[in-house]
């Protein structure tokens, strides 16, 4: 079964650090883009970060530029998200999912191939 499942949410200070993964399971995440997305309480899911499938080429939201920091282990098919300096408006559930880094420049996250089941995570003091 395809799945992608996002692991190391969890309940941190403002100011602190989280490391977020996503693990592909019955196929090769390196044929793939990789986005991570997030989803507060009473919003629309937005795009954080994408990540192309060499991990060559790499974007980011304003809103957590210079904060936040994807990267991939094709070798582990699992990408990455590093988050520092967390902000209590960063809390939300975030999702990883699959795309085509041809479809992201040309559509953005229009079409997503495949989407994990989300990690929570809450920021407060």
């Known amino acids: 079964q395809l799945q992608l499942v996002e692991s190391g949410g969890g309940l941190v200070q403002p100011g602190g650090s989280l490391r977020l993964s996503c693990t592909a399971s019955?196929?090769?995440?390196?044929?793939?883009?990789v986005a991570w997305f997030r989803q507060a309480p009473g919003k629309e899911r937005e795009g954080v970060s994408c990540i192309s499938g060499t991990g060559g080429t790499t974007d980011y939201d304003d809103s957590v530029k210079s904060r936040f920091t994807i990267s991939r282990d094709n070798a582990k098919n699992t990408v990455y998200l590093q988050m520092n300096s967390l902000k209590v408006e960063d809390t939300a559930v975030y999702f990883c999912?699959?795309?085509?880094?041809?479809?992201?420049?040309?559509?953005?996250?229009?079409?997503?191939?495949?989407w994990g089941q989300g990690t929570p995570v809450i920021v407060s003091s």
């Open positions: 999912a699959a795309l085509h880094w041809s479809d992201y420049v040309r559509h953005g996250y229009r079409n997503i191939e495949l």
């Open positions: 019955a196929f090769s995440l390196e044929l793939y883009a």
